[in-house]
């Protein structure tokens, strides 16, 4: 009974299917239905467009008021008017169509038809009030039919999702192209005309703003070319015979012509401005841009057709499928049925006795099976024999294996099948395991202690490795040297060439390093792009320079890397050519006193990593040895930065400010916070001390947030006493702390605690962190995104593309001193340029260090926003500021023990 009872389930499923199939493409014929409907609409709404547009055109024209003129303007008034009651004709149908759909429990548009006539009421009121301009005009219309074309979109995406057939699913998408075709073509007119004369002006009425000669150009160059492409792509279509009819639309006369005068049209468009079209060009366009939508409409009608044909070719298969297999379903139960009573007798008795010698056999008694039944019963039978004699072989073999014989059950003859490959394969696996974990215990170690990527001791290894060198030191006397090779320009390749070329480049310097030492000198790799080498019995310090300015030779050499993914199958792969440097610091481990402990060890690797860092910063490529002048400053940049942080804690630090002056009417909109300290005892310490000190730790961080506290916290005062309501605080931030993940919770913190606006807040980092951390360019967008305004500080002095502005994620650039100070006319002009740049991407400009009447004047010629300077203000205390106003708040006291942060090499923190 179950193959009935399945053949049953089976055939009522597929007469269900077939049943939704007949569904569904009566549905797609309806939503085609209302495809065509909007689509008429939509061309009647840019009909309109065109006419009004042309209308509003000619009746400003400042053409003599001739003969000629009067007839064309009276021709044009005609054709609006028609125009507006063809549109009018077009949502009544709309209407009616919608209504037959809900009726039929069909999908409605997702635009009604009331929607449709509220806004073609706001497109004729701002074509009727002569206070709005003509690009308010289009805009309004060019919206309008916007919107119909997403309808149209989004009901033919309906419709393709449905369960159709391939062809009517490629008619569907022959239609969407067509009807893309002809919204195009509709538009074109509209949008040129609107580029032509758009001025950025709005309705005074409605504050609705016009687009700008920008926008409007842009858009009416899009719609033409996007028109261009889309008709020199008939090959895209299904059927060739609407390719012959796409290709003869296109081509008639009268399209042909208006395409090469809009095509002519965009040519000038992109030289500058253009006249305005005379009445009789206006009236000549109109009727061209309507012949050709006779073409294009004829088009979208045999599209729809073809839709319409597929659908319906769908419903009758699916109908005639259903009945065929309801009555190819009912034979195959009455057949089956009668077997059924035939066979279930003779069937059940031979699978009784099948069942109870296999019930048997299960509870282990390797018995003869008997061979009874129909066909596959007794191949079943004999089966299960072969499976019998099969254990019985497997029983020998297992009983050789539990006594331990393993050559004796290797040596039996194989059991045939599978399952005497997977005994013997099991067999040999046993003996093989033996040797794979000694293996693999020895792999283990040695990756435990290696680094996966150049095969060289990594950081663990390496420090192990020192230790025993400096214990050997310390009992001979001997001396033993670490050079910290640390590569410059790493990050450009992975940058420019990404990670696998820079892996390729790791290796390859691995290679060198270990190449140019002696057989006994150790190359290790720390992490990164950072190694060490360890030498030693060390002569003199003088060894160790020659050999590191060797590894810097060896370094810098080209790297070739091999492109893995060529452009063809047949064309050879390319090759680039990758380059590094490296700079090195030494430091010497002597034996006198040394101890050969950890301690000593990390003393030993801080010493070079100093060493390499002084290397850097003179100019990189060079070697650097740890000298007395070195630990002098270790020991004075430690002792000061335990200072500062205690300073922090004490409250010893405090904020000045500098206004900042808007050039157009001299009022101060803002003040910037610098971080000075007081220290008790030693007097005022400079922020070029400091600031570099915290930039070296995690402490930059820490003073980061107490600056944003303390300045938000102080606007907050003056703005509870009457003081610089409207003004603003800006708080420099050092490139570490805006590439940690929680600066935007401090930022957030520090406004909610104060009660500012995040528009209230400027937050300012320096041009290099955009090239130094892609982590910190995230984090200022997310700023920005909270609404606190980014500036970036000291602009023009680091690597910033100014077409890079578009990216950039700030909305004030401050213009470097520098400039602002020099008498280099080159000067001068970057300073305009940047000011010109950073408005064309929606950007204000700040200078700074304006000191002079004349650096303000130039300034101002420049277009420049914002200054601050000596000239207007140095940075002052709250008293100096508002000698009787609002005192200082109290300052938030900060944890003496910042949170761990990554390392980074930002620059800038809480003043200057």
Not at 147 to 176: H, P, W
Not at 552 to 567: F, Y
Not at 827 to 841: D, E, G, K, N, S
């Given at each position: 009974m179950l193959p009935l009872v399945a053949t049953a389930?089976?055939?009522?499923?597929?007469?269900?299917?077939?049943?939704?199939?007949?569904?569904?493409?009566?549905?797609?014929?309806?939503?085609?239905?209302?495809?065509?409907?909007?689509?008429?609409?939509?061309?009647?709404?840019?009909?309109?467009?065109l006419s009004v547009v042309a209308l509003d055109l000619a009746v400003d024209g400042e053409a003599t008021d001739d003969a000629v003129r009067r007839v064309a303007l009276h021709d044009l008034a005609a054709e609006s008017s028609a125009a507006r009651r063809a549109t009018d004709r077009a949502v009544d149908a709309l209407a009616a169509t919608a209504a037959d759909l809900s009726a039929d429990g069909a999908s409605a548009p997702s635009t009604s038809a009331a929607t449709v006539s509220a806004r073609l009421l706001t497109a004729r009121s701002a074509a009727d009030q002569s206070t709005t301009g003509t690009a308010?005009?289009?805009?309004?219309?060019?919206?309008?039919?916007?919107?119909?074309?997403?309808?149209?979109?989004?009901?033919?995406?309906?419709?393709?999702?449905?369960?159709?057939?391939?062809?009517?699913?490629?008619?569907?998408?022959?239609?969407?192209?067509?009807?893309?075709?002809?919204?195009?073509?509709g538009q074109e007119a509209v949008s040129m005309l609107a580029a032509r004369t758009a001025d950025g002006a709005g309705d005074p009425a409605t504050g609705a703003v016009a687009p700008g000669p920008d926008d409007a150009q842009e858009r009416w160059l899009a719609t033409w070319g996007a028109y261009t492409q889309l008709a020199g792509r008939s090959e895209s279509l299904s059927t060739p015979q609407l390719r012959v009819a796409w290709r003869s639309a296109l081509t008639a006369g009268p399209v042909q012509r208006l395409d090469a005068d809009l095509t002519l049209a965009a040519g000038d468009g992109r030289a500058g401005p253009q006249r305005a079209p005379e009445a009789d060009e206006l009236l000549d366009l109109g009727r061209a841009v309507r012949a050709r939508d006779g073409h294009l409409a004829a088009l979208v009608e045999q599209a729809s057709s073809a839709v319409g044909a597929a659908v319906t070719a769908d419903a009758a298969g699916a109908t005639s499928r259903a009945w065929l297999t309801a009555a190819l379903g009912l034979a195959a139960l009455a057949v089956g049925g009668a077997g059924a009573l035939t066979q279930a007798r003779w069937l059940s008795r031979a699978v009784r006795r099948l069942a109870e010698a296999a019930r048997r056999i299960t509870a282990g008694e390797l018995i003869a099976v008997p061979v009874h039944g129909p066909g596959e019963l007794r191949d079943a039978a004999r089966a299960l024999a072969d499976a019998v004699s099969g254990l019985d072989h497997v029983q020998a073999q297992a009983r050789a294996i539990a006594r331990g014989d393993l050559e004796t059950a290797m040596a039996a003859a194989p059991l045939p099948g599978p399952l005497g490959e997977v005994v013997r394969a099991s067999l040999g696996r046993i003996t093989a395991t033996m040797h794979s974990r000694d293996e693999l215990r020895s792999s283990l170690a040695h990756q435990a202690v290696h680094d996966a990527l150049t095969g060289l001791p990594n950081r663990a290894r390496a420090v192990a490795l020192v230790t025993d060198a400096l214990g050997r030191s310390r009992a001979t006397g001997s001396t033993t040297g670490l050079l910290f090779v640390d590569l410059d320009g790493f990050k450009k390749v992975n940058d420019a060439h990404g990670h696998a070329a820079g892996d390729h480049v790791l290796r390859v310097v691995a290679q060198r390093l270990a190449a140019a030492v002696r057989p006994g000198d150790v190359?290790?790799?720390?992490?990164?792009?950072?190694?060490?080498?360890?030498?030693?019995?060390?002569?003199?310090?003088?060894?160790?320079?020659?050999?590191?300015?060797?590894?810097?030779?060896?370094?810098?050499?080209?790297?070739?890397?091999?492109?893995?993914?060529?452009?063809?199958?047949?064309?050879?792969?390319?090759?680039?050519?990758?380059?590094?440097?490296?700079?090195?610091?030494?430091?010497?481990?002597?034996?006198?006193?040394?101890?050969?402990?950890?301690?000593?060890?990390?003393?030993?690797?801080?010493?070079?990593?100093?060493?390499?860092?002084?290397?850097?910063?003179?100019?990189r490529g060079r070697v650097e040895v740890f000298d007395d002048a070195l630990r002098a400053e270790m020991t004075w940049r430690s002792?000061?930065?335990?200072?500062?942080?205690?300073?922090?804690?004490?409250?010893?630090?405090?904020?000045?400010?500098?206004?900042?002056?808007?050039?157009?009417?001299?009022?101060?909109?803002?003040?910037?916070?610098?971080?000075?300290?007081?220290?008790?005892?030693?007097?005022?310490v400079p922020p070029d001390v400091f600031v570099p000190v915290a930039e070296a730790s995690t402490l930059v961080c820490e003073l980061g947030r107490w600056v944003l506290r303390t300045a938000t916290t102080q606007l907050a005062a003056w703005r509870s006493q009457g003081l610089a309501p409207t003004a603003t605080v800006a708080v420099n931030l050092s490139g570490r702390h805006v590439a940690d993940p929680g600066v935007v919770d401090d930022v957030r913190t520090a406004l909610e605690r104060s009660g500012l606006a995040p528009g209230d807040l400027v937050v300012e980092v320096t041009e290099t962190v955009l090239v130094d951390d892609t982590a910190a360019t995230a984090h200022m967008a997310r700023l920005r995104d909270l609404g606190v305004t980014v500036a970036i500080d000291d602009f023009g002095t680091g690597y910033t593309a100014i077409g890079q502005l578009a990216r950039t994620p700030a909305d004030v650039l401050k213009v470097d001193r520098g400039f602002v100070a020099s008498d280099d006319p080159a000067?001068?002009?970057?300073?305009?340029?940047?000011?010109?740049?950073?408005?064309?991407?929606?950007?204000?400009?700040?200078?700074?260090?304006?000191?002079?009447?004349?650096?303000?004047?130039?300034?101002?010629?420049?277009?420049?926003?914002?200054?601050?300077?000596?000239?207007?203000?140095?940075?002052?205390?709250?008293?100096?500021?508002?000698?009787?106003?609002?005192?200082?708040?109290?300052?938030?006291?900060?944890?003496?023990?910042?949170?761990?942060?990554?390392?980074d090499d930002g620059v800038v923190h809480g003043g200057r």
């Open positions: 389930v089976v055939a009522t499923a597929s007469i269900a299917d077939r049943l939704d199939e007949a569904e569904a493409a009566g549905a797609a014929a309806d939503q085609v239905r209302l495809i065509t409907v909007v689509d008429d609409l939509r061309r009647a709404v840019d009909v309109e467009a308010t005009t289009a805009q309004a219309y060019l919206s309008l039919s916007d919107t119909l074309g997403v309808v149209q979109q989004r009901t033919a995406a309906q419709v393709a999702a449905g369960a159709l057939s391939a062809r009517s699913t490629q008619a569907v998408q022959d239609l969407e192209r067509v009807l893309q075709l002809e919204r195009l073509a190359v290790a790799r720390l992490g990164g792009d950072e190694f060490v080498v360890l030498v030693e019995d060390v002569r003199a310090p003088q060894d160790l320079v020659l050999l590191g300015r060797r590894l810097v030779g060896t370094v810098s050499a080209p790297v070739l890397s091999w492109s893995t993914t060529p452009a063809a199958a047949d064309t050879p792969t390319t090759a680039t050519t990758l380059r590094v440097g490296a700079s090195v610091g030494v430091a010497l481990g002597r034996g006198d006193g040394a101890t050969a402990d950890a301690s000593a060890t990390d003393a030993l690797l801080a010493e070079a990593d100093t060493a390499v860092y002084r290397a850097k910063a003179g100019g002792t000061l930065e335990a200072q500062l942080r205690a300073g922090l804690a004490a409250d010893e630090l405090h904020l000045v400010y500098q206004p900042v002056v808007d050039l157009r009417t001299g009022a101060t909109v803002g003040y910037e916070a610098l971080a000075r300290w007081d220290r008790p005892g030693s007097g005022p000067h001068h002009r970057l300073v305009t340029l940047i000011t010109h740049a950073a408005h064309a991407f929606g950007m204000s400009v700040v200078v700074e260090g304006v000191e002079h009447p004349s650096q303000l004047e130039r300034c101002r010629a420049d277009g420049a926003d914002r200054a601050q300077g000596y000239l207007f203000s140095r940075p002052r205390t709250v008293k100096e500021l508002f000698p009787s106003g609002a005192p200082a708040p109290r300052t938030p006291r900060v944890s003496t023990v910042p949170r761990q942060l990554p390392a």
